[in-house]
């Protein structure tokens, strides 16, 4: 089975200035993991809270009901439990490895990949959990959070 994961890459990139500044201060552009840690730290919360809490709206991608006879059986046997949560397992199978210029958030439920595979299906709806585009809210955060964590490190350093 593929391993369904949402990859966020950083190419930090500037004019002489910006990067001639980052070295006067000791800045070390090849290694952003503690910026990553915290970006995966906030994507893993936010893929297994707001995203399920507002069944994929928080991502612009609203999941379709259960279907008539699965909800009868799913109201019997796991009462009060929302769309995609039987066990509460898939919700907190969420990870996320850091690498000195990457993150990778990712989930070991067995039956997450058909949720957010957008494979051709007959049975399982398309019910994505992971979505980051340029320009959204989360991207908007990412960026902030990297931002912060570049300024604590230029104010640890010695810089402005």
């Given at each position: 089975m593929a391993d369904q994961s949402t990859r966020v890459h950083i190419n930090i990139s500037g004019d002489k200035d910006v990067v001639a500044m980052l070295n006067s201060v000791g800045l070390e552009i090849k290694d952003m993991q503690p910026a990553m840690q915290d970006v995966g730290k906030y994507l893993k919360g936010f893929f297994s809270g707001e995203v399920f809490a507002s069944r994929g709206?928080?991502?612009?991608?609203?999941?379709?009901?259960?279907?008539?006879?699965?909800a009868a059986y799913k109201a019997k046997k796991y009462p009060g439990r929302p769309v995609l949560v039987r066990t509460g397992v898939m919700q907190k199978s969420f990870t996320y490895k850091s690498k000195p210029?990457?993150?990778?958030?990712?989930?070991?439920?067995?039956?997450?990949?058909?949720?957010?595979?957008?494979?051709?299906?007959?049975?399982i709806p398309y019910r994505p959990m992971m979505k980051v585009e340029e320009g959204d809210q989360r991207y908007q955060e990412i960026v902030k959070i990297i931002n912060n964590r570049l300024a604590q490190t230029i104010k640890a350093k010695g810089g402005a």
């Amino acid at each position: 089975m593929a391993d369904q994961s949402t990859r966020v890459h950083i190419n930090i990139s500037g004019d002489k200035d910006v990067v001639a500044m980052l070295n006067s201060v000791g800045l070390e552009i090849k290694d952003m993991q503690p910026a990553m840690q915290d970006v995966g730290k906030y994507l893993k919360g936010f893929f297994s809270g707001e995203v399920f809490a507002s069944r994929g709206g928080a991502i612009g991608e609203r999941w379709p009901r259960l279907s008539t006879k699965y909800a009868a059986y799913k109201a019997k046997k796991y009462p009060g439990r929302p769309v995609l949560v039987r066990t509460g397992v898939m919700q907190k199978s969420f990870t996320y490895k850091s690498k000195p210029l990457q993150v990778t958030i990712s989930n070991k439920a067995a039956h997450f990949v058909y949720h957010q595979s957008s494979a051709p299906r007959s049975l399982i709806p398309y019910r994505p959990m992971m979505k980051v585009e340029e320009g959204d809210q989360r991207y908007q955060e990412i960026v902030k959070i990297i931002n912060n964590r570049l300024a604590q490190t230029i104010k640890a350093k010695g810089g402005a």
